[in-house]
């Protein structure tokens, strides 16, 4: 049998479940805390009927989904639902701040209604920070306007650094990630975007699916906030348009093996020049992440990754612009110096790899890990109308002491178009340079360059001819060696033809060799016996792989 709603308004402050079809011609009103659980035609649109009203409609669909609605997944039908403010998800379901169970949000489209509601609230505040207690900020003045989930910018500050934790009573703030040079007590900006969906008051929420569902930001509203904590946010085949701030934002370990997949993210500032764009893709704190066949466009930086174990596997994202000779920021920002991730099969256009350290309380190189455990292969690279400056690959140290210890580029192709580059990877050194006389294990092999002045290889293999006799050869490794490194190891010099004595005198007894000479250590010295002339080939490598 069908249960029909008759014309009429019905208030109810209890929960009320129908387990038969029912259908509505009158509306409810419910109190907030009281349950509307349709078991049998669990959907957006019967919730629409019953209420009347697309937001109130949502959240109690969405608070019925969390508790005993026999089904795992909540089909919005296809229908767009234009919201007038924030959707703050916790409140749907009052006194609840914990779920782990897999639940799905799929098939129809979020847009904001264009109102103050939607403005960022910002709050300039003096607070004091010590390396010691890298994820807390005290004695922060102007407390109480701080809102859990803000931007926290200020001298020192890396990037995508957020509020997770406002302590009132104790004037404390609990921060995302450490600030890398910020002791003492300074000023700080805290801004608080306004997201269509935000998770950020769940203590810890886990197993959160989206799929199939446009976040229609329209330059009015960010995207989607993850909880404070969580396992296996999942965000597939959505597609994210036009944010005002960011698409995807986590305030602290909400993203713990997070699952992007198969979206769309389309950035509000396409005509901008890339040194005027402000927004951001995602951004993640914790471990695991997996980014797969994704698409953006044209963002300030595609993604913020602070975490380790990440893969990011078969993406385009592109951040160019119509400058000649113009600015170009990192497409992926790694901020950690041992991610122990990949970068694999992606298409990587107009933008760069920048791997940093900025999420570090103490930069200097100390007790932890350098600079490692990254491996970039197979991936498409290319740029048009930039700056012979331009580099695909960027290391910025935010402290001194630092090397490499374990980066693998390899079988990549780089190519650029109206215009030649020096080469595809540097250090930054506004902040400090690498210890190249420390590198280990550091492998650039199988690329292929187009449009590059200097390419580099790690080993790289060199031919000098000797056509003046000389007992010394000085051999140059020509700018070949990645990140103007020294010529640290000789693995093999061979003989290419004979090594003459004279032309009627072959010399036979082996050369020894002399690495890391020269004003910048990047040559080194064959040496033989007695003056011969001839050709070697040398096998070469910038640093230890043992």
């Not at 509020?163 to 910020?182: H, K």
């Not at 506004?430 to 290889?457: P, Q």
Request: charge should be negative.
């Amino acid at each position: 049998r069908e249960v029909l709603v008759s014309a009429g308004s019905y208030y109810h402050d209890k929960h009320v479940t129908f387990q038969s079809q029912v259908r509505f011609e009158g509306t409810v009103a419910m109190a907030p805390e009281a349950r509307l659980i349709l078991q049998r035609n669990f959907d957006y649109q019967t919730y629409l009927d019953a209420f009347g009203n697309e937001e109130l409609a949502f959240r109690k669909a969405y608070q019925a989904l969390l508790n005993f609605s026999d089904h795992d997944s909540l089909d919005l039908g296809g229908r767009r639902i234009g919201l007038t403010a924030p959707l703050d998800m916790q409140s749907a379901e009052p006194g609840r701040t914990t779920f782990a169970t897999r639940r799905v949000i799929r098939n129809g489209q979020f847009q904001p209604i264009a109102g103050p509601a939607w403005d960022p609230d910002v709050v300039t505040s003096q607070a004091t920070y010590a390396a010691a207690s890298p994820l807390t900020l005290t004695g922060v003045a102007n407390i109480a306007g701080i809102a859990r989930g803000s931007l926290v910018t200020g001298t020192g500050v890396g990037r995508e650094v957020y509020v997770r934790e406002v302590n009132i009573g104790a004037q404390s703030l609990t921060l995302s990630q450490p600030l890398y040079d910020a002791d003492g007590t300074q000023g700080f900006t805290f801004t608080r975007f306004k997201y269509l969906l935000d998770f950020s008051g769940y203590d810890d929420l886990s197993q959160m699916i989206l799929s199939d569902v446009e976040f229609r930001c329209n330059g009015v509203a960010s995207g989607v906030m993850l909880a404070r904590q969580g396992l296996i946010f999942h965000l597939r085949d959505c597609f994210i348009t036009k944010p005002a701030d960011r698409g995807l934002t986590s305030i602290g370990s909400g993203c713990q093996g997070m699952l992007l997949d198969r979206c769309n993210w389309t950035s509000n500032e396409q005509a901008l020049l890339v040194e005027q764009r402000k927004t951001i893709g995602f951004n993640s704190n914790a471990n695991d992440v997996k980014v797969r066949d994704n698409r953006a466009v044209m963002f300030k930086h595609f993604a913020v990754m602070g975490g380790s174990g990440s893969l990011v596997v078969g993406n385009h994202w592109f951040h160019g612009d119509t400058a000649t000779d113009g600015v170009r920021k990192g497409g992926v920002v790694i901020t950690i110096p041992n991610p122990k991730a990949a970068i694999t099969g992606n298409y990587i256009d107009n933008n760069f790899i920048e791997w940093t350290n900025e999420h570090d309380a103490t930069p200097d190189l100390g007790q932890q890990f350098s600079f490692g455990g990254l491996t970039i292969s197979g991936n498409i690279f290319t740029a048009n109308d930039v700056a012979d400056w331009f580099r695909w690959i960027v290391i910025k140290p935010f402290g001194a002491g630092h090397f490499i210890h374990g980066l693998t580029v390899a079988d990549n192709v780089f190519r650029t178009l109206n215009g030649q580059i020096e080469r595809v990877e540097d250090v930054d050194t506004t902040f400090a340079d690498l210890d190249a006389n420390r590198m280990r294990n550091v492998t650039f092999a199988g690329n292929v360059f187009h449009g590059v002045t200097d390419e580099a290889r790690n080993p790289v293999s060199l031919t000098h001819t000797q056509n003046t006799p000389d007992r010394i050869w000085i051999v140059d490794t020509d700018r070949q060696l990645p990140f103007g490194g020294r010529a640290r190891v000789i693995e093999s010099v061979v003989p290419v033809g004979r090594i003459a004595v004279s032309a009627y005198s072959i010399l036979f007894v082996q050369p020894w060799v002399d690495p890391q000479f020269g004003p910048d250590l990047t040559q080194f010295r064959v040496i033989f016996s007695e003056d011969v002339t001839g050709t070697v080939r040398a096998s070469v490598r910038m640093d230890n792989p043992l």
